[in-house]
């Protein structure tokens, strides 16, 4: 089986990124990861990713006159690396049109919320801000504008009346390990492709049952 070579760009934690990691050391998995990208030198995923042998490249965004010098850089290492797919985790930079254009449908993204719903930054606050009951993370192909393209894979999270942003958070971040790590499996391997602006998932499985929030009937009863 030959897999799929793949570089995750973050800025910092990239605790998504060990998440791909692990599930990439799984030797039918369709990814490998061979090369993980942070525009912020003192990024903590680039030690994890050191730890586990892959090559890192630390690529200081503010050492660069214009967003294209920038990634020329990026493109540059990509090539070298002779990547085919790019797993943006936890990346803070905006990209341009042409990078995007480059990495048509090879470029794929996580963001904490249920999409098209709550895209941009400070995510859990303004779910709890606008009263939903439910939540939870999307991977999505990258698209021009920020936090659109055809979704491959969404997780729902329950929304629990005590939450604040930091529990909330942390109960997304746990889906959305489990959910990137699945989407890019779908996406390596084939069984998810673009098909106009959807996903199609091959040898789909019958729909999952609905979530409610708060749970019905409670699971005490
Ligand atoms: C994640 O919540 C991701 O969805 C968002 O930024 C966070 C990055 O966390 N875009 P990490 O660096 O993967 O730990």
């Known amino acids: 089986m030959t897999r799929v070579r793949t570089a995750v ?29 942070s525009n912020r030198p003192e990024a903590g995923g680039l030690g994890i990713a050191a730890e586990h042998g892959i090559a890192t490249e ?22 070298r690396h002779d990547i085919a797919l790019v797993c943006l985790a936890g990346f803070m930079r905006i990209l341009t049109e042409e990078f995007i254009a480059r990495w048509n449908n090879a470029m794929i ?10 895209k941009g930054l400070d995510t859990h606050q303004r779910v709890l801000d606008a009263g939903v009951r439910i939540t939870g993370c999307s991977v999505h192909v990258v698209r021009p504008e920020m936090d659109t393209g055809p979704v491959i894979a969404q997780a729902a999270v329950p929304v629990v009346s005590d939450d604040d942003a930091r529990t909330l958070a942390a109960r997304v971040l746990e889906a959305e390990h489990r959910l990137y790590a699945y989407a890019l499996e779908l996406f390596a391997s084939g069984r998810a492709r673009v098909s106009g602006e959807r ?17 019905f009937p409670r699971p005490d009863q």
Do not use: C, W
């Not at 998440?19 to 050391?25: G, P, S, W």
């Not at 993204?109 to 709550?118: D, E, M, Q, T, V």
């Not at 996903?199 to 749970?215: K, Q, T």
């Open 58 to 79: 630390a690529i200081d965004h503010t050492e660069f006159d214009s967003r294209a010098a920038f990634e020329a850089r990026v493109q540059e290492a990509l090539d």
């Open 109 to 118: 993204n996580i963001h904490p919320s249920l999409l098209p719903a709550f």
């Open 9 to 37: 760009l973050i800025s910092g934690r990239g605790s998504n990124m060990a998440a791909l990691v692990e599930a990439a050391k799984a030797p039918d998995y369709p990814a490998e990861i061979v090369l993980v990208i």
């Open 199 to 215: 996903i199609v998932i091959e040898d789909e499985p019958g729909a999952a049952s609905a979530l409610f929030s708060p749970p």
